[in-house]
């Protein structure tokens, strides 16, 4: 009887240390697969709107052009999507909290030369001024 | 004499047994309805995970092939010229007229989901149980940045 006792209760224990770590610990959902999807759309539809063809730093309105789209697609998606390396966003000014989500390194053809740049999306984050 | 002693001792660990087997009891079912519950918990987030990965799924093959621009007829002008080109896949660039009743039924029975809705814009007929995905998409001769929504449960 005594060692029933025992091993029902280890397995009690065991039910209920088990069961409070599933309650701590549930897995999340798996999307980074998603996300990347996610960027490499952003960076087709950049790239289908024609927002790199002809490429020049230089060039106030491709930048512009590739500014409006961004804040399109954010005002769309409700994320912040930077090209870094061209220094371009849709989410200007310091925000806290903002979490990067993916990144992605993509080439340009920037003045007919190959370049690296890095596109990025985070969360809007919060505007510290509202804080 | 003999046989009273026996009868108290009996007596005493039949008790001893009620007493023990009664916790025993409560103990077991418990962790059986623990169990239960872990299993039942595991079981739910899986399945989210499944109907997650199939929507992922049909989204990426309906913005990558089925209702992408097959060739420079589907959509004249997508890189500032009308004439005519060899077929290609436009990725990302949607052709809505392919997004029939058909396609979505073809697409929900072949995925086993219960119900399936795609839409170029905000979902119309998702239910509270089922779960929505989007992909960014390019519709139309002005190269419209949208959302493909898949919704699925």
């Not at chain 1, 759309?41 to 060039?59: C, E, K, N, P, T």
């Not at chain 1, 930048?63 to 912040?80: F, H, P, Q, V, Y």
């Not at chain 2, 002693?5 to 039949?14: D, E, H, V």
């Not at chain 2, 623990?34 to 595991?42: A, F, M, P, R």
């Amino acid at each position: 009887m005594q060692t029933l006792e025992a091993i029902l209760s280890f397995m009690f224990l065991l039910a209920i240390v088990s069961s409070m770590l599933s309650s701590f610990y549930s897995a999340p959902l798996d999307d980074s697969l998603y996300r990347i999807q996610l960027a490499q759309d952003a960076w087709r539809v950049l790239y289908i709107r024609g927002d790199f063809h002809d490429y020049s730093d230089v060039s106030d309105s491709k930048r512009a052009s590739i500014e409006k789209d961004l804040d399109t697609l954010g005002n769309e998606t409700g994320l912040c999507f930077f090209l870094e390396g061209v220094r371009i966003t849709d989410c200007r000014g310091a925000q806290s909290g903002r979490e990067m989500i993916v990144v992605l390194h993509e080439t340009l053809i920037m003045d007919n030369t190959p370049k690296n740049v890095t596109f990025s999306i985070s969360n809007q984050g919060t505007n510290p001024a509202f804080n | 004499m003999r046989m009273s002693a026996i009868r108290k001792r009996s007596g005493f660990l039949s008790y001893d047994a009620l007493f023990s087997l009664i916790p025993l009891v409560m103990m077991l079912s418990f962790v059986m309805m623990l169990v239960s519950g872990i299993s039942k918990e595991s079981l739910s987030g899986v399945q989210g995970q499944e109907l997650f990965d199939k929507l992922v799924g049909i989204a990426d093959y309906s913005v990558k092939s089925g209702l992408a621009v097959h060739s420079s007829n589907d959509f004249q002008g997508v890189y500032g010229s009308s004439s005519s080109q060899p077929d290609y896949i436009i990725h990302n660039l949607v052709n809505k007229s392919m997004l029939t009743d058909g396609y979505v039924e073809d697409l929900k029975s072949a995925s086993g989901l219960k119900s399936l809705e795609i839409s170029v814009g905000a979902p119309k007929g998702a239910t509270d149980d089922s779960f929505c995905i989007y992909r960014i998409v390019v519709v139309g001769n002005d190269r419209r940045i949208s959302r493909l929504f898949v919704c699925g449960s």
